[in-house]
């Protein structure tokens, strides 16, 4: 099977990259932030170490019940190389926690700053952590979107995922701090 990705040393040690000569129509821009489109410029894609509560503020993920801080707490005692974050020019734009439990991954926290949105970030950092859960052996990815977020919706059946008509209960087992959006 062909990577999506390959691997290069940056700053914080080893990144999963995109290589333009394994996802053909991907290529690194020059100047990232001087082109208007920048539809075939590669993240870097590395662990997260910190800065994305203001992305997710941006893209309206944080709501009161749900506290960012203890998320990434808990996150970061789970499956810490699922939690990833996609860099342009050295500056955090894509963030995804990807999970596993041994039966199911599961993906959270997919977000790409809105001014970033629709240049195929979101479709890089979903297939490295999709790969990160194959390589882990993983079947099989479930994801919750709120019924309201119908772009987000859109996006993931153009990459690949279905209704599965099912309905997602839950429970709240810890309630946090409530957190300030």
Not at 41 to 49: A, V
Not at 145 to 151: Q, Y
Request: hydrophobic share 40%.
């Amino acid at each position: 099977m062909i990577s999506r990705f390959s691997l290069t040393t940056c700053n914080s040690g080893i990144c999963p990259v995109f290589s333009s000569r394994e996802v053909p129509g991907w290529r690194m821009a020059n100047n990232v932030f001087g082109r208007t489109n920048v539809k075939n410029t590669r993240l870097q894609i590395r662990p997260y170490q910190t800065g994305v509560i203001d992305l997710w503020r941006a893209c309206n993920l944080i709501v009161p019940w749900n506290n960012p801080v203890s998320d990434i707490e808990r996150k970061l005692q789970v499956n810490p190389e699922l939690f990833l974050v996609g860099l342009l020019a050295g500056k955090i734009v894509a963030t995804v926690f990807g999970g596993y439990d041994g039966h199911r991954g599961w993906i959270n926290y997919l977000a790409v700053y809105p001014d970033h949105q629709r240049q195929g970030f979101g479709r890089q950092i979903v297939a490295v952590v999709e790969d990160k859960l194959r390589a882990m052996g993983c079947p099989k990815i479930n994801l919750q979107v709120r019924e309201s977020n119908t772009g987000v919706i859109s996006f993931y059946k153009a990459v690949g995922y279905t209704d599965d008509a099912v309905i997602s209960l839950g429970k709240r087992l810890v309630d946090d701090p409530e957190y300030d959006a």
